[in-house]
């Protein structure tokens, strides 16, 4: 984006702007490096890259000279004067602000030293925005390579003999799948990618996009010129404007230099990729539903078969494979399927990027071998819960998903051991539960959200939904009895038995695997009106501590329905009989004097 | 609600017709491009939407409604997404929420404030989950927030629109 100016010893200052980055405040830094740069007249090429998952380190600013390398994190405005007074022009790093010296380095160190990079390989390392970048890093050298070639069936069995599986939840095996389409009649056949990522905690896809963009081009040019398909869609929801942007803008990159388009690099493969925006709808990350979106329809998934590969988008055969499972083949072209499936387990190959979320300390992107336990992923590169209290549980896959309890950490990282928990591997999202977070909410959570989200085609799904939701409600009120949990149970069951698609057949699996792993707590709220976490609202009571309070003003100040007196300098008095239980008071206090039952 | 707002200047639906086309695949793209022009779908372009590309109404409207994106009712002049995804509601999203809709006092049901300065939605996540819990003022997001920072926050975007109404009238 930037256009460098002349440096001096190729002095580079390389900004994470992913939206992460940004909302952490990484424009406001780069803007101020520029001013800075001018004021101390100092030459250096300022640079964007994607995010390199250190994401609880945002925003972090990397120097580049000769052959140091400096990484700055958590950089502040006010910081970046400094930066470039004594390090950029005076040769003096700031050591105690980098990652690699600073108080932080062995965190840092933690933090990457077990990860195994293929899908986020460029992300954070090269400018998303130029082809350049994405070229030196042995970038469409797959593409070429597989067209020079010109054997279909080649690149098929380099796929098969990976093991790769689908990353967008559903693990099926990516090469069996273009097979399939491969082998279907068509006159024309397509090829979709999935980026609706619609699991509310997973951002993996988002910072591949984001991060880099051609890998995933790539990797549907690939899908294209094996399956037989000349045009494809990427399916990308809305929430990622910047993915979008710099999606299109790598068309555009791609086809000048003949890597997209009409008869690719001097071969009879032509093949056009063009950008469809979600609308905000769940569903649509379904298949079929997907495909009726793009013909513009309401998203409703149908019965299949017919699958996509035989009859998908306008009729015709359709590929669709998910942003992170793309974004890995031309590194398995490049390296041999062999090379991936040398990772993993037996049956989950290569490696998978997941997205720490939640209690944790070092929350961000990680991308770790198959194979690895939910332990290593959580307290060795996750540094455990980030307030110090032991972790309870996480969980995995989203909606569709569910929450495994702490004692099944040693779990591998395998779709089928992760299955057999009861939750599902998902496409990655891990959000992380403490002793702070209520199962029974964690589990309403879930439920409105599938309830909301749910196309209302199958009633078992429209209604059953919303009477979980309502059971649930009824418990987090205090206000359940013990044969709700059994009502539960029943209903999860009928809705996972009697729905079309995925998102029927998976979500009673939040309440079925809270269920099943903290029965306790669900029996606490119905039997003695409590809610052990202190998370639900109407099973607590608020009350001052005379003993501790100052008599500061604080929360009467801030109760919004004033049911907090006292004169200043002496002890407050809270009415519980008006108290809403918003939490406004023990939020502002300083003393650790509002106690909550 | 008032989606049935004075028919205005629908040349803008036009131009959206010239670039998607008038097909059945055009109609997320073309009603995406009304939303950006209106902020919402006003009915009557619908209604001119209908007569100028013969995509029945139904369809539209059985669209629009389906998707979370589109509102039939006019937006306010700041748009807050306050994320309630897995991440921010652990983190307290849930507060954050209600807090800002405390700061602006909104109404009961209501989504946009009374004199139409903010309409704050709540969003499935926004994908920045490490800096849970977050809120999407307009183009910038705001990260690390609990119920003192919201307010505080939300308090300087409302007390600076409102400085900036009093000061144009
Ligand atoms: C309710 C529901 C939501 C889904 N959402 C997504 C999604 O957001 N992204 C995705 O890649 N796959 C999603 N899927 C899975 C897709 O249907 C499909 O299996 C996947 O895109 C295939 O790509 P893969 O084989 O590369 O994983 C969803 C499935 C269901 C049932």
Same mark, same amino acid.
């Given at each position: 984006m930037e256009q460098s100016q002349t440096a001096n010893d190729g002095l580079r200052v390389v900004i994470?702007?992913?939206?992460?980055?940004?909302?952490?405040?990484?424009?406001?830094?780069?803007?101020?490096?520029?001013?800075?740069?001018?004021?101390h007249k100092v030459e250096a090429s300022l640079e964007d890259t994607g995010c390199n998952g250190a994401c609880h380190r945002e925003p972090i600013v990397e120097v580049y000279q000769g052959s140091d390398h400096w990484t700055y994190g958590g950089v502040t405005v006010k910081q970046v004067d400094e930066i470039v007074e004594k390090h950029l022009k005076g040769g003096a790093p700031i050591e105690e602000w980098t990652l690699q010296k600073g108080p932080l380095a062995p965190e840092v160190e933690a933090f990457f030293s077990k990860q195994k990079r293929i899908a986020l390989a460029n992300c954070g390392v090269i400018d998303p925005e130029k082809i350049e970048d994405y070229l030196a890093q042995d970038g469409y050298v797959a593409l070429k390579t597989a067209l020079a070639d010109n054997d279909r069936d080649k690149v098929i069995a380099e796929m098969l003999d990976s093991g790769l599986r689908g990353r967008g939840g559903g693990g099926f095996p990516t090469g069996l799948k273009w097979k399939f389409t491969k082998g279907a009649t068509g006159d024309q056949k397509y090829i979709i990618c999935n980026a609706d990522e619609g699991d509310p905690g997973a951002f993996m896809d988002r910072s591949i996009l984001e991060g880099d963009p051609h890998a995933v081009l790539e990797g549907m040019a690939i899908a294209g010129f094996a399956t $037989?398909?000349?045009?494809?869609? =990427?399916?990308?929801?809305?929430?990622?404007?910047?993915?979008?942007?710099?999606?299109?803008?790598?068309?555009?990159?791609?086809?000048?230099?003949?890597?997209?388009?009409? /008869?690719i690099n001097g071969s009879e493969f032509t093949f056009k990729i063009k950008i469809k925006e979600g609308a905000g709808a769940f569903v649509c990350g379904e298949e079929t539903a997907l495909i009726f979106s793009i013909e513009g329809h309401r998203g409703m998934p149908r019965k299949r078969p017919p699958f996509p590969a035989n009859s998908g988008l306008f009729g015709k055969p359709t590929n669709i494979?998910?942003?992170?499972?793309?974004?890995?083949?031309p590194w398995i072209l490049r390296n041999g399927g062999a090379a991936f499936a040398a990772m993993g387990t037996e049956k989950s190959k290569g490696s998978k990027v997941?997205?720490?979320?939640?209690?944790?300390?070092?929350?961000?992107?990680?991308?770790?071998?198959?194979?690895?336990?939910?332990r290593e992923i959580?307290?060795? =590169? $996750?540094?455990?819960?980030?307030?110090?209290?032991?972790? /309870?549980?996480?969980?995995?896959?989203?909606?569709?998903?569910?929450?495994?309890?702490?004692?099944?950490?040693?779990?591998?990282?395998?779709?089928?051991?992760?299955?057999? +928990?009861?939750?599902?591997? $998902?496409?990655?999202?891990?959000?992380?539960?403490?002793?702070? *977070? %209520?199962?029974?909410?964690?589990? /309403?959570?879930?439920?409105?959200?599938?309830?909301?989200?749910?196309?209302?085609?199958?009633?078992? %799904?429209?209604?059953? +939904?919303?009477?979980?939701?309502?059971?649930?409600?009824?418990?987090?009120?205090?206000?359940?009895?013990?044969?709700?949990?059994?009502?539960?149970?029943?209903?999860?069951?009928?809705? /996972?038995?009697?729905?079309?698609?995925?998102?029927?057949?998976?979500?009673?699996?939040?309440?079925?695997?809270?269920?099943?792993?903290?029965?306790?707590?669900?029996?606490?709220?119905?039997?003695?009106?409590?809610?052990?976490?202190?998370?639900?609202?109407?099973?607590?009571?608020?009350?001052?501590?005379?003993?501790?309070?100052?008599?500061?003003?604080?929360?009467?100040?801030?109760?919004?329905?004033? %049911?907090?007196?006292?004169?200043?300098?002496?002890?407050?008095?809270?009415?519980?009989?008006?108290?809403?239980?918003?939490? *406004?008071?023990?939020?502002?206090?300083?003393?650790?004097?509002?106690?909550?039952? | 609600m008032n989606g049935d707002t004075p028919a205005t200047d629908f040349t803008p639906v036009d131009a959206l017709v010239d670039q998607f086309g008038s097909g059945m695949e055009a109609t997320i793209p073309l009603l995406q491009g009304i939303q950006d022009e209106f902020g919402f779908l006003p009915l009557d372009a619908i209604r001119y939407l209908t007569t100028k590309t013969g995509i029945p109404a139904s369809h539209l409207f059985g669209v629009a409604t389906f998707y979370n994106r589109f509102r039939l009712t006019p937006v306010g002049k700041n748009m807050i997404r306050v994320c309630l995804g897995t991440a921010c509601h652990v983190q307290g999203g849930g507060r954050v929420h209600t807090v800002t809709r405390e700061i602006l006092e909104m109404e009961d049901e209501a989504d946009t404030t009374a004199d139409r300065l903010f309409t704050v939605e709540p969003v499935a996540c926004l994908g920045c989950c490490s800096l849970a819990p977050v809120v999407m003022v307009n183009q910038t997001t705001h990260g690390r927030l609990d119920a003192p920072a919201t307010r505080k926050l939300i308090r300087k975007y409302n007390k600076a629109e409102k400085k900036a109404t009093a000061e144009q009238s």
């Open positions: 994470g702007l992913g939206s992460c980055g940004i909302a952490a405040g990484a424009q406001d830094v780069k803007d101020a490096f520029v001013n800075a740069l001018a004021a $037989g398909a000349t045009a494809a869609y =990427i399916y990308c929801r809305a929430e990622y404007p910047l993915a979008i942007a710099r999606l299109r803008i790598a068309i555009v990159q791609a086809e000048e230099r003949n890597l997209l388009g009409e /008869k494979n998910n942003v992170e499972t793309l974004a890995n083949v997941f997205a720490l979320a939640g209690k944790i300390k070092r929350g961000g992107l990680v991308e770790v071998p198959m194979g690895i336990t939910i959580l307290e060795e =590169i $996750g540094g455990g819960s980030d307030t110090g209290a032991p972790l /309870k549980a996480v969980q995995m896959g989203g909606p569709s998903g569910g929450c495994i309890p702490a004692k099944l950490f040693d779990t591998r990282v395998d779709y089928d051991e992760v299955t057999r +928990t009861g939750a599902i591997m $998902g496409s990655g999202g891990m959000v992380v539960m403490d002793e702070t *977070s %209520c199962m029974v909410d964690i589990a /309403k959570f879930f439920l409105d959200f599938t309830q909301k989200e749910s196309c209302g085609k199958c009633t078992f %799904c429209r209604v059953g +939904t919303l009477r979980m939701l309502e059971i649930l409600e009824r418990i987090s009120e205090g206000k359940g009895k013990m044969s709700d949990l059994d009502l539960l149970e029943e209903l999860a069951h009928k809705i /996972k038995e009697t729905s079309l698609c995925g998102l029927g057949q998976t979500a009673p699996n939040p309440v079925l695997t809270t269920l099943k792993y903290f029965r306790h707590e669900y029996e606490a709220h119905v039997e003695s009106q409590r809610c052990p976490a202190k998370v639900c609202k109407p099973l607590l009571t608020y009350s001052i501590d005379a003993d501790k309070c100052t008599g500061c003003t604080l929360c009467s100040r801030v109760c919004p329905v004033h %049911c907090i007196t006292g004169t200043k300098k002496e002890v407050h008095v809270l009415d519980q009989a008006a108290c809403t239980k918003c939490g *406004s008071c023990s939020e502002v206090c300083k003393d650790d004097a509002i106690h909550i039952e | -």
